[in-house]
């Protein structure tokens, strides 16, 4: 049985030298590099600090296991197992880090079983270190977080992302949820530009809900706790159980909020993040 105290500790050290990492970065030439389409970026540094992460996690839990975006990205298989796994985004917004836009994270998540245990999202550019243990509350800065009890979607904010996939057809269903929502009418959209912290700011009680389809488990698996511990809830965008690898999710502060949304998200699928790489 791991230590969760242990693992969350260690998380939290990591993560803020990581942070001291990017922001020592923002001052360099931070050489931009492309993934999965022309708008999904990747530097050396989300690489270097996904390595910094890895190999500090290594020494003190060998036989733990990894699901890290770079390491996916670089070819290894994204599978979840019941053994202890480190779920790590080494820099959950990547392209607001390019841009030097002041919403950057550091997210590690941390399961067993399949079921997160202990999150850790250090916002380094606002220094607010988000953390969560199930069962044990959420924090920033060591102060309790506690979603908002507004359950009036007509006086929520709702925070999404458009992601980085711009088929045409993906494009359209993204802005027809968008419009949906916007026309009920909502007081608000936002978007901070990095799914963990869009999560943060759910269990923050700043805005009511945050949604999207095209969303990767390292992006949320520590948000998710977050929200949970916080008195939020979880589910996938047709109103079933959030599944980690299906790349869609909703975290809201209540499940009112969260199935009224359910009502106006046009759903599609993509390629679960557990699928077998796809053929060139
Ligand atoms: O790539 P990254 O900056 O770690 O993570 C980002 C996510 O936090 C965001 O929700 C998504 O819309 C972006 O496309 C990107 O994937
Ligand atoms: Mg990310
Ligand atoms: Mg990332």
């Not at 590690?108 to 270190?129: A, H, T």
Request: glycine share 8%; with cysteine.
């Amino acid at each position: 049985m791991a230590d969760f105290q242990r693992v969350m500790d260690h998380a939290v050290a990591v993560a803020r030298k990581a942070g001291e990492v990017v922001r020592e970065a923002l001052s360099d030439d931070r050489k931009v590099m492309t993934k999965s389409s022309a708008v999904d970026l990747v530097t050396q540094t989300d690489q270097k600090v996904e390595q910094l992460i890895i190999q500090s996690v290594k020494e003190k839990f060998p036989k733990h296991r990894f699901i890290g975006e770079e390491s996916v990205a670089a070819g290894e298989a994204c599978i979840l197992t019941d053994d202890p796994t480190w779920i790590i985004d080494p820099i959950d917004g990547t392209t607001n880090f390019v841009h030097a836009f002041p919403f950057v994270a550091i997210s590690i998540g941390f399961s067993i079983n399949k079921q997160v245990e202990v999150g850790v999202i250090y916002s380094c550019l606002e220094d607010k270190m988000f953390t969560a243990r199930r069962g044990k509350g959420a924090f920033c800065n060591g102060e309790p977080l506690q979603v908002s009890d507004q359950t009036d979607i007509h006086q929520a904010i709702i925070c999404t992302e458009f992601g980085s996939n711009r088929d045409p057809e993906v494009v359209d269903k993204m802005f027809c949820s968008l419009r949906n929502i916007l026309s009920l009418p909502v007081q608000g959209v936002r978007g901070a530009g990095t799914a963990a912290i869009n999560m943060c700011l759910v269990a923050s009680g700043c805005v009511e809900a945050y949604y999207e389809i095209g969303v990767h488990v390292w992006d949320f698996a520590a948000g998710s706790l977050m929200v949970t511990e916080a008195g939020g809830v979880l589910m996938d965008v047709d109103g079933g159980e959030l599944d980690l690898m299906s790349r869609r999710i909703i975290a809201a502060n209540s499940r009112t909020i969260a199935e009224r949304l359910v009502k106006e998200i046009a759903p599609f699928r993509l390629p679960r993040d557990d699928a077998p790489p796809q053929k060139q």
